[in-house]
């Protein structure tokens, strides 16, 4: 019989009998692979979105108001601060009162890089609590998120749209002994935020530790006044209120708020405190793409030029300092700038130039994970089996071994995905 050379089934049907034991071994842990992929990612994607299942359930706590238009879907407090939390921690349990959930988060152990944006779609009111210290500078738990912004905001590739649809408000923690840099963090984030499309909820707080230059006494004083504003208008934006100006106000009272890039919280008169929250009406220099009104152009004209001519003097105050001769490569607009390279790098980028990065996906890792399995399996029983080959192969003592082998590797590959890669999570 010319076929039973080829296709005598019995051999390896009974090789494959034999040695079952491995090929249960085999198919196990692939089970276990699959199962721990999945464990690991459904634990990932349950953390991630417990503020939006909240965010679901909030107002109070009931199922029954998920059909019921949610305006705000918590908040979260941002501090960069040395000496503790309290401020922050004081914003908290105030925000609780209002039944939202609250998160205090320290910069530190925030990545603006990958989370910020999610604001965007997030409903989530985001209070920024930020203290300066010497020579206008961040603290070192907030440095790299102001350089991140800083470098975002003047950033052509993320635009003047950004952050469109993320809503903050910033307080400032300062002392106004140091006079040419007061409070210098908060205005910078404040600035930073509202250049990539934010809206600002309640304007800026300034914090003055001088109690007797202090707006109100002292620090804890200005930090009472601008928490107030801020739990007032997080009322009115829980409400669905987009405006709390009714609409009598003086036109121009409105808009000189509504328009600032930047603007403090003693600015504006006492009786325009609704309207110098206007701004949460939403209408910021990012409604530039969309319709604006005439008369407002001179004004948004004139801030950008102002932001212009302040960046214009702060770098060439800086390269004079630096240098006088000019380098041409510095000169050179180059895509990557030093925040997004240290940040790409982090997630595992190869960077060419100073253009572009790769990094494999995920999946494709996946795939070589996979595929080397399959190749192995194939080795190991074959594709189509002959008389004896399979048997001979699947019979040798290094067999058990190799398969042993094969699974630590790929469970060690598959835990650095989980563990290690950012881009995995
Ligand atoms: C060494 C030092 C330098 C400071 N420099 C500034 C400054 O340049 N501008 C400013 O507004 N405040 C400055 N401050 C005041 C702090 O911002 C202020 O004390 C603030 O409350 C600190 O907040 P924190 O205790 O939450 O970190 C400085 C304070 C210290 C101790």
Request: aromatic fraction near 10%; charged fraction near 25%.
């Amino acid at each position: 019989d010319p076929f039973s050379d080829t296709w005598d089934f019995s051999s390896p049907v009974i090789s494959l009998w034999i040695n079952r034991f491995y090929i249960y071994l085999g198919l196990y842990s692939n089970l276990m692979n699959f199962v721990q992929l999945f464990i690991l990612k459904g634990k990932k994607s349950q953390e991630k979105s417990v503020p939006k299942a909240t965010g679901d359930l909030m107002t109070n706590g009931c199922i029954s108001l998920q059909n019921k238009e949610v305006f705000v879907s918590g908040v979260k407090i941002f501090y960069g601060s040395q000496t503790g939390t309290g401020f922050a921690t004081s914003l908290a349990e105030a925000v609780t009162s209002l039944d939202l959930p609250v998160a205090v988060i320290n910069l530190k152990e925030y990545d603006p890089d990958d989370q910020l944006v999610e604001e965007v779609t997030s409903k989530n009111v985001c209070a920024f609590v930020v203290a300066t210290y010497t020579d206008g500078q961040p603290t070192e738990s907030a440095v790299w998120f102001c350089k991140w912004l800083e470098e975002a905001s003047s950033d052509f590739r993320f635009g003047k749209t950004y952050l469109k649809g993320m809503r903050y408000a910033v307080f400032g923690l300062g002392n106004s002994v140091y006079a040419s840099h007061f409070n210098k963090v908060g205005k910078n984030v404040d600035k930073w935020l509202w250049m990539l499309g934010a809206h600002r909820v309640v304007a800026r707080g300034e914090g003055d530790c001088d109690v007797v230059k202090s707006k109100h006494g002292s620090i804890e004083a200005d930090f009472r006044v601008w928490k107030t504003k801020f739990l007032a208008r997080l009322q009115a934006l829980q409400k669905g209120e987009k405006k709390p100006c009714d609409g009598n106000c003086k036109r121009g009272q409105c808009e000189s708020s509504v328009h600032a890039c930047t603007q403090v919280e003693g600015e504006e008169e006492e009786p325009s405190e609704s309207t110098s929250e206007e701004e949460s009406g939403t209408e910021d220099h990012q409604n530039l793409n969309s319709v604006v009104d005439v008369e407002d152009l001179g004004k948004i004209m004139n801030c950008v030029k102002k932001e212009k001519r302040e960046k214009e003097e702060q770098e060439e105050k800086s390269s004079l300092v630096r240098n006088t001769v000019k380098n041409e490569d510095s000169e050179r607009r180059t895509m990557i700038t030093p925040a997004l390279r240290e940040a790409l790098t982090k997630q595992g980028y190869q960077l060419i130039g100073s253009h572009s990065g790769v990094k494999l996906c995920r999946w494709t890792k996946v795939f070589i994970l996979f595929k080397c399995c399959f190749c192995f399996m194939q080795l190991l029983y074959g594709s189509r089996p002959g008389p004896k080959a399979g048997a001979k192969l699947l019979s040798h003592p290094a067999i058990p071994w190799m398969l042993v082998l094969y699974h630590v590797c790929g469970l060690t590959l598959l835990w650095q995905l989980c563990h290690q890669e950012p881009g995995f999570r």
